[in-house]
Every structure is written in structure tokens, then in C-alpha cells.
Nanobody, 123 residues
């Protein structure tokens, strides 16, 4: 059974940093475009950042300059480095994998999904 597992969430103060990880099991992530998605309380899930097999990246305007997506194919893991966190970044972060381009992935996510990891930005 294909699985994605997010980790690295937690409670952080405004301006702080977290690194989220998305690890795959039973399939090879380097064949897929990977996306990170944010679901704030009471809101719809939205694309934050995506990366394709060639390293092309996409970032939502709200996170440009603060978040960095990267992939380590040897570890079958994709990361989301989040700096300068704001209270509005609070929510559940999910990763997903699909064979598509970064724009399509972040706009209309499909494919395999993880269970999510909670990020809370609060003083």
C-alpha cells in the first residue's frame, strides 16, 4: 500500500521556523511531483508549494521568500523549510504526490495523500 507520511509539525512562536518532512513508502517519490498543502481552521485546503521531478518549484504568493521546498531522492523524502512563520500559517499541512506539473499540482491536487501534520504559530 502506497503511503505518504508527514512529520515535523508543532507549536512555534511567530517569526520562528519549522521543517516539515514528507516521506514515502512502497513507491519512489522521485517519479512524482510533490506538493505541500495548507488547511487553516475552517478553510479549504490550498497549495503552498510544489516541486517536480526536475526540481522546478512553485510557491504561493503568501509564502514566497519564507518557505523553501526541496527533495532528497536518496531518502525518498520531500521537505518544506518554513521560516518567518506567521499566525495565519497555522493549520494542518499535507503532502501529496502525483505525476503532473507543479502548477497543476498546486492548483488541482490529486494522487496520493498523507495524513497531515499540525502547525500552530502562536505566542
Amino acid at each position: 500500500q502506497v503511503q505518504l507520511a508527514e512529520s515535523g509539525g508543532g507549536l512555534v512562536q511567530p517569526g520562528g521556523s519549522l521543517t516539515l518532512s514528507c516521506a514515502a513508502s512502497r513507491f519512489t517519490l522521485d517519479w512524482y511531483t510533490i506538493g505541500w498543502f495548507h488547511q487553516a481552521p475552517g478553510k479549504e485546503r490550498e497549495g503552498v508549494s510544489c516541486i517536480d521531478t526536475g526540481g522546478t518549484t512553485y510557491y504561493a504568493d503568501s509564502v514566497k521568500g519564507r518557505f523553501t521546498i526541496s527533495r532528497d531522492n536518496a531518502k525518498n523524502t520531500v521537505y518544506l523549510q518554513m521560516n518567518g512563520l506567521k499566525p495565519e500559517d497555522t493549520g494542518v499541512y499535507y503532502c501529496a504526490a502525483e505525476r503532473t506539473n507543479v502548477e497543476a499540482m498546486c492548483a488541482r491536487p490529486q494522487g496520493y495523500w498523507g495524513q497531515g501534520t499540525q502547525v500552530t504559530v502562536s505566542s
